[in-house]
């Protein structure tokens, strides 16, 4: 089993920047993918951001490349999201996800989900 923990979410302007943490916990070298997804109120849960852990291939997803950087430290298992230029439509809930091999942008692909970080940006 992996366990995630995400920290970091918090109340920012409109414009400025904040860096998600994820520490994932017990068999984590079973995992292959981690990555984040995000859940706005009254919207559908989107994919954000996901890297294999060798660092081969990142994924991200259109209304966010450009601004958010997912990284991670494969030493400490802990992987990371830098949010810059936040804009009121990046509040959401921001979850943690790891698992296997399938299609990045799938959320079936990520057996692990974290309890998620609220991230809010007012304009």
């Known amino acids: 089993q992996v366990q995630l923990a995400e920290s970091g979410g918090g109340l920012v302007q409109a414009g400025g920047s904040l860096r998600l943490s994820c520490a994932a916990s017990?068999?984590?070298?079973?995992?292959?993918?981690m990555g984040w997804f995000r859940q706005a109120p009254g919207k559908e849960r989107e994919f954000v951001a996901a890297m294999t852990w060798s660092g081969s291939n990142t994924y991200y997803a259109d209304s966010v490349k450009g601004r958010f950087r997912i990284s991670r430290d494969n030493a400490k298992n802990t992987l990371y999201l830098q949010m810059n230029s936040l804009t009121a439509e990046d509040t959401a809930v921001y979850y943690c996800?790891?698992?296997?091999?399938?299609?990045?942008?799938?959320?079936?692909?990520?057996?692990?989900w974290g309890q998620g970080t609220q991230v809010t940006v007012s304009s």
């Open positions: 017990g068999r984590t070298f079973s995992t292959y993918k």
């Open positions: 996800v790891a698992g296997g091999g399938g299609e990045a942008y799938y959320p079936g692909t990520y057996g692990y």
